[in-house]
């Protein structure tokens, strides 16, 4: 006859059991999703690669201007709204805080010839969007128990995606809010997941 003893270290055995199986299941959940938005992000941007041609906010220009003459700013016979403004020497770079630097900072690294190939661009908003997927994972797990569905859902994002089909700065920002969240987690003491601990995180960051 089994004691109660047998019966707690059954349970316990169990116990431990449940959470082996539950992290052999995480360690093929965050690798299938990446896969996943590796794939769906490639396609879209594939398929919009003509639209990373267009200039709408002048990020292209600016990071163009920059790589050329060191100068975040403009050319100076030109506005930003192309419209003539006082004569200077031709191709001078006038600085500008037009618009945030961090983005076109980043575009300048990948301007050739005084101009930026649309497949870099499509390249680096891959790698934003798939690092941001993984990070949405990375958090979700440290806050909640259900971690690949708030992934899955940032990886399909409608609005995300056709963000990272235009030369703007929607995917560099999720990125950065997602990294800041993150390094926030780090510097707090691990704790178990609670009731509170969602709605709270979503007051700050939402």
Wanted: proline share 7%; glycine share 6%.
């Amino acid at each position: 006859m089994r004691t109660g003893v047998h019966r707690v270290f059954d349970l316990r055995r169990l116990g431990a059991a449940a959470r082996l199986e539950g992290a052999h299941r995480s360690a093929w959940l965050l690798p299938s999703i990446v896969l996943a938005a590796v794939a769906l992000r490639a396609a879209v941007l594939a398929s919009g690669i003509n639209d990373l041609q267009i200039d709408p906010d002048s990020y292209s220009r600016l990071a163009v201007n920059w790589a050329d003459s060191g100068v975040f700013g403009f050319e100076s016979e030109l506005d930003p709204a192309g419209e003539q403004t006082a004569v200077v020497p031709a191709r001078a770079v006038r600085p500008t805080a037009y618009r945030p630097p961090a983005y076109p900072w980043l575009l300048s690294w990948l301007s050739v010839d005084s101009r930026l190939p649309p497949i870099r661009v499509a390249a680096l908003h891959l790698i934003l969007g798939v690092a941001s997927v993984g990070l949405c994972y990375s958090i979700a797990q440290r806050i909640g128990k259900i971690a690949w569905l708030p992934a899955l859902a940032f990886a399909c994002d409608p609005i995300l995606l056709r963000q990272s089909q235009l030369v703007m700065t929607e995917t560099l920002a999720a990125f950065w809010v997602l990294l800041s969240w993150r390094c926030w987690l780090w510097l707090l003491p691990d704790q178990e997941p609670s009731k509170l601990m969602m709605p709270k995180h979503a007051a700050v960051f939402g």
